[in-house]
């Protein structure tokens, strides 16, 4: 506190000093204070932030915001897993740019809209959901809690919330994955195939548990995730690995604890290592076709970030688009998906649905990309942090918090349902 006031002090000090004919008289420009006013500006920020953050909350009901549980889900993982899951590729330029995305807009609030009940509820090909809000798929979830999918798909039954569960389970980690999910969820769940790792036997075995939407993941570029590599090429030690089952899919039976297994998955893979690796930049719109006929179930592409790719999807038979970039864990654009949203809404031109995801963080945010016309919002990282942390009552906590956020913005701006959302609740900062 006390050095949050000095650096206030600091501040005005500098503001009265830019200002003065002193700095002419010691041969200094008001340039070289201005440095230090940006400098002192983020001090202060980084301060309250990191105030914030010395709060390790020791349960969900003490929970202000998602922020809490990545504060929590830090304490509770391996630096590897960690960085793994929050940091961006390249050096982090779209991760930014997902949460600078949101400040491009505004909401405008009316008073006195007299709502007392705000309904949340949507429907996607015919099915009911309690909220817009969805969680995305994420691989290798057993690293972060035991058996992490299973809990995620109670947490998601609780709270009524559709699950897109993450196909790379099946190949990497947890071959049982879907059908585990479907048994704990009691109904079939959405399942995200990734790149070219999407064969025919796959597809064919995600029909059989009666998945109903498959999500066809093609914004894999290799990105290249330096965070959670730079931990592994330090050697740093990755806790209980040796000793525990869950991690021996992705990481071979390790003699000891500093090693990496050669040759397993979680090898650390080099900056060219991951460029040349598997990723989606090789396939074409044949492969969109090709899948198309290849099954019955609803097909959704996520990854959409282009006007011209929209039009493609509605054009080769998609039923649904998701913008994403993939958290910015996978791409180098720069470009948050919020600020490509409209775009993609031009481009299918209201003829399928639109979904969006990354860099959600608040309801707030949710309320701008449905304000543009996105049909629901998906997360990843926030319900990761909340799964690390609490299990399953940190899932639905971070759940619940999104929404409540959501229905307050709701109420303020007069929207008693999600169909009452209007684009003139946004005002664009250009
Ligand atoms: C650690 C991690 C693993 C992911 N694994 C997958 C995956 O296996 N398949 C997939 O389609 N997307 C995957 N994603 C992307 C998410 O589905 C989603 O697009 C992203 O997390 C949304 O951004 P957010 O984390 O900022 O909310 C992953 C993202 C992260 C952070």
């Not at 790149?195 to 290249?224: F, Q, S």
């Not at 900056?271 to 019955?296: F, H, P, Q, Y």
Request: proline share 3%; with cysteine; aromatic share 6%.
């Amino acid at each position: 506190m006390r050095s949050a006031k000095r650096l206030g002090n600091r501040r005005a000090f500098l503001r009265y000093l830019a200002a003065s004919p002193i700095l002419a008289y010691v041969g200094l420009s008001s340039r070289w204070v201005e440095d230090l006013m940006e400098e002192t500006a983020a001090a202060q920020d980084s301060t309250a932030l990191d105030r914030q953050n010395e709060v390790i909350i020791k349960s969900v009901k003490e929970a202000l915001s998602v922020f809490d549980f990545d504060a929590v889900a830090r304490t509770k993982l391996s630096p590897a897993h960690y960085t793994f899951i929050t940091d961006g590729s390249f050096s982090n330029e779209t991760l930014r740019a997902n949460r600078e995305g949101f400040s491009k807009y505004a909401i405008r609030v009316r008073r006195l809209t007299g709502i007392t009940k705000v309904d949340q509820s949507i429907r996607i090909f015919g099915v009911n959901w309690d909220s817009p809000i969805f969680l995305c798929p994420v691989g290798r979830m057993n690293a972060y809690y035991p058996q992490g999918a299973v809990v995620v798909a109670r947490a998601a039954k609780a709270t009524r919330t559709l699950q897109v569960l993450a196909g790379s389970q099946v190949i990497v980690s947890d071959p049982k994955a879907i059908e585990d999910v479907v048994a704990a969820r009691g109904e079939p769940v959405w399942v995200a195939g990734l790149g070219d790792t999407l064969d025919g036997p796959l597809v064919k075995r995600i029909e059989a548990t009666g998945c109903p939407t498959l999500v066809w993941t093609i914004d894999d570029g290799g990105g290249n995730t330096i965070g959670a590599k730079s931990v592994q090429r330090a050697n740093v030690a990755n806790l209980d690995r040796e000793a525990d089952s869950r991690c021996v899919g992705c990481h071979g039976n390790l003699p000891k604890v500093n090693r990496i297994a050669p040759g397993t998955p979680m090898n650390v893979v080099g900056a060219i290592g991951s460029l040349r690796g598997e990723n989606s930049i090789k396939l074409n719109w044949d492969d969109v076709r090709r899948l198309r006929d290849m099954t019955r179930m609803k097909l959704v592409l996520k990854g959409i970030v282009a006007q011209e790719d929209a039009e493609l999807s509605v054009r080769n038979g998609v039923d649904a688009v998701l913008v994403s970039n993939h958290g910015g864990h996978e791409d180098a654009s720069g470009r948050g998906t919020i600020e490509c949203l409209p775009e993609v809404m031009a481009g299918v031109g209201g003829k399928i649905p639109v979904f969006i995801d990354s860099g959600f963080r608040s309801g707030a945010d949710v309320f701008k990309a449905l304000a543009l016309g996105a049909t629901a919002v998906g997360i990843g990282r926030p319900y990761i942090w909340g799964l690390s942390s609490f299990g399953q009552e940190g899932v639905e906590t971070v759940i619940e918090l999104l929404r409540r956020e959501l229905q307050v913005i709701m109420g303020e701006t007069g929207a008693a349902s999600i169909a009452n959302i209007r684009r003139d609740s946004l005002v664009s900062r250009s």
